[in-house]
């Protein structure tokens, strides 16, 4: 048992998890910094910091940990953790804002200064005070615009750990001291025979390169995070609340509370969730449920926040506000999704761990090899090449390499009606050779409704369908309310019934003036041997074939009429059936209906693989068998009948418009009701992880060409010896690739 897990039982207390915004990490390098900290704290079981979103979530014991002790904890190396919960994000956007504005002007006052010190060293060498000039010019760069890679690298140094930092102010800082020292000694160089360079230009010229790519890559990661943004630009920033007495006033949404009455005006968007009291009015629910056309909502009718009321004004009653509303949970899971981690950025962080402290190494190795090769200049040489070795690594092409295009995907599934939970999930869906749909709410609308009533000849229409509506409406069964909303819809007013009792699993039976009448199964009407002439049923099996189920409606011994009720297959189910097999997916449909229905909707739909007559625990055994065959499974389902199969596969996919319950067990929630987004899915983990891929083999590739070429291994071929400037420049492009990679995931037609 674990240290925690002992201190969890003694203390009785369970374990929280909480997301924490962390400010001033530079490179992917920090963030294992924090992460390692976090998890040596005392009460923590576990925790995880993404360097992109600059985000750390931790699972800890509140009575051993608090938020402060953490947020301590983090600050002691030099970095800080937003633990006010009020307005967590607002901090850590206005922190972002002022980095970004403090990157910005040290990028400027770095290039402003260095340019005349490159001019300088280039043109103007032999001015008697060239050396003084370009010590003057690079001290301001070096000391005051670098100073925080310099307080960052003794702040990792303090806890013998290291960082991109480390590598910058090592490097800078000794071509610094060393041009000083040939600026006021030059005749230590002089009585050897040799000439005292001095590097203030690299020094210089490398700052400035290495804040312009920081400049580059802030830019670049707040791209790569705008679909949180669009989503929270859903969110009204005051609502207009009707006090008890009917007037009116406008008051901030986060003073907005579950059960206040909210007016809603045309063309303003609705701030929490709610159900309406009075007014009525067409919305536009589109960036929820992905459905183009506008819902009318009469009084009773739920409304979500972020959606546009079009039409009339109306007042409903707030009924989940703040971090409840369908909305704030779409962005808290998008938020998370964006924050985890997939299976492979852990191999990532355990090299970006070792990275700096192995080049620091490298570079102490080329310094020492240098000044035993006996070659001229050597000691000039070993110097330049042990700082250009320094400058030249990069372990934030490889830190932003995963997290990056894991933030632009789930940012672009969110866009597109697709909210996925976490990085593993997304990773694993483009692996996925088998699908599996349930039929009712998935390939079909999971709506009932009334495709045939067909009434027997020479009988009293009129009179049988008041009698009809008279007996359905005393029905809780969902196939009675689609018979009922067909009849309403007609107009018909229904009987007074007399009596009505309810046969279980069969139908029901109820007596009106003096006779009987039976709606239900073929079952019941057997039962109770009531006749069904040749051409009623023959005219029952026929539907039966169109997948339809069928209800008879009898009155005394004879049928009066045939109900038809069908579950229509939803406009997109064939086509997005259709993609996934061109996609060499194989499609399985898995119903609880009888075979025949099964198998109609199969031919409708063109699958050639189904089941019929599969109870909950039977979709889940499906799914271990289709696994235990080497299939990597997606299951895809909206009920709760469906949440035990959703757990075992290893892609779950939930529809949105389905149980919370299935929602909650899936990675992956389909906020609409098109199959299409399906297909999507899996579209967007195939370019998702070929993204991350490439990132990743241009991150190793940059450092395993050029930390030897820095290190001067052309140098006995063709004498080559890179400079530090370019150095630097190649590194903030490096990091700057990889995150313009993942961008283009933005651009990307899934379909």
Wanted: include cysteine; aromatic fraction near 6%.
């Amino acid at each position: 048992m674990s240290a925690t897990s002992i201190a969890e039982k003694k203390t009785g207390s369970k374990m929280v998890r909480e997301t924490f915004p962390v400010l001033e990490m530079t490179c992917a390098a920090c963030a294992v910094s924090v992460e390692s900290m976090l998890k040596s704290t005392e009460g923590v079981k576990d925790a995880g910091v993404n360097f992109a979103n600059q985000d750390a979530w931790v699972e800890y014991n509140p009575a051993l940990a608090t938020p402060e002790t953490l947020q301590q904890t983090i600050r002691s190396i030099g970095y800080d953790l937003v633990i006010e919960k009020e307005n967590a994000t607002g901090i850590k956007e206005a922190a972002q804002q002022q980095h970004y504005r403090a990157v910005k002007q040290r990028t400027t006052w770095s290039g402003i200064l260095s340019l005349p010190i490159v001019i300088i060293g280039m043109f103007f060498m032999n001015w008697p005070a060239a050396n003084y000039s370009m010590m003057a010019l690079a001290t301001p760069v070096v000391f005051y615009f670098g100073r925080s890679y310099f307080i960052n690298a003794w702040n990792q140094a303090r806890h013998r750990k290291a960082n991109m930092d480390t590598l910058v102010a090592l490097s800078t800082g000794i071509a610094y001291l060393f041009s000083v020292f040939n600026t006021f000694f030059p005749g230590f160089w002089h009585q050897r025979g040799l000439h005292a360079h001095v590097y203030f230009e690299a020094a210089a010229v490398v700052i400035a390169f290495i804040s312009l790519g920081k400049l580059l890559e802030e830019k670049a990661k707040s791209n790569t995070s705008s679909a949180i943004k669009k989503l929270m630009g859903l969110q009204p920033k005051t609502v207009t609340l009707v006090y008890p007495g009917g007037h009116q006033g406008e008051i901030p949404i986060a003073a907005v509370k579950t059960g206040d009455t909210l007016l809603v005006k045309p063309g303003e968007k609705i701030p929490v969730d709610g159900a309406l009291i009075s007014g009525a009015s067409f919305v536009d629910e589109s960036m929820i449920s992905g459905e183009p056309v506008p819902v009318e909502k009469t009084s009773g009718n739920k409304v979500f926040a972020g959606t546009i009321n079009q039409k009339g004004s109306f007042q409903f009653r707030a009924e989940k506000v703040g971090a409840e509303t369908l909305l704030s949970q779409i962005i808290r899971l998008v938020q998370e999704a964006q924050g985890s981690k997939a299976p492979v950025q852990k191999l990532v962080d355990k090299i970006a761990g070792i990275f700096v402290p192995v080049v620091i190494g490298i570079s102490i190795l080329t310094f020492i090899v240098w000044m035993l090769s006996g070659a001229d200049n050597a000691f000039t040489h070993a110097l330049l090449t042990a700082v250009t070795v320094l400058v030249i690594a990069c372990p934030c092409a490889l830190g932003l390499a995963t997290p990056t295009a894991i933030m632009v995907g789930v940012g672009k599934g969110a866009e597109n009606n697709i909210l996925i939970k976490d990085a593993e999930s997304l990773e694993l869906a483009h692996r996925v050779n088998a699908v599996i749909l349930d039929k009712t709410g998935t390939i079909t609308e999971g709506k009932p409704i009334v495709s045939d009533l067909v009434f027997a000849d020479g009988v009293a229409v009129a009179a049988l369908k008041a009698v009809l509506l008279g007996i359905e409406q005393q029905s809780e069964h969902p196939l009675a309310e689609a018979v009922v909303a067909h009849l309403k819809a007609q107009g018909v007013a229904p009987a007074v019934i007399e009596k009505v009792e309810t046969v279980t699993g069969k139908g029901i039976a109820a007596v009106y003036k003096g006779k009987q009448y039976l709606v239900g199964s073929t079952a019941l009407l057997t039962e109770k041997g009531i006749r069904v002439n040749p051409l009623q049923a023959a005219n029952m099996e026929d539907l039966q074939q169109q997948a339809k189920t069928v209800v008879a409606f009898a009155e005394d011994d004879k049928v009066v009429a045939i109900i038809a009720i069908a579950d229509m297959i939803k406009a997109t189910s064939k086509q997005a059936i259709q993609n996934l097999q061109q996609q060499g997916i194989d499609v399985y449909m898995l119903t609880g209906d009888n075979r025949q229905t099964a198998a109609a909707i199969a031919r409708e739909v063109g699958l050639q693989h189904y089941k019929a007559g599969v109870l909950p625990a039977g979709k889940a055994a499906f799914v271990k068998e289709l696994q235990a065959n080497g299939k990597i499974v997606a299951m895809v389902g909206d009920g709760i009948n469906d949440s035990h199969a959703l757990a075992q596969a290893d892609v779950s996919i939930a529809m949105g418009r389905g149980s919370d319950i299935a929602i909650d067990v899936a990675k992956m929630t389909l906020i609409t009701s098109d199959l299409n987004t399906i297909p999507k899915a899996l579209k967007l983990s195939r370019r998702t992880v070929q993204a991350i891929r490439q990132n990743l083999f241009w991150a190793f590739i940059y450092n395993v060409i050029g930390i030897p070429v820095a290190a001067g291994v052309l140098y006995p071929f063709n004498g080559f010896l890179l400079d530090p400037m370019i150095a630097g420049a190649a590194m903030a492009l490096s990091s700057v690739s990889v995150v313009s990679n993942s961008l283009r995931l933005k651009f990307t037609r899934l379909l």
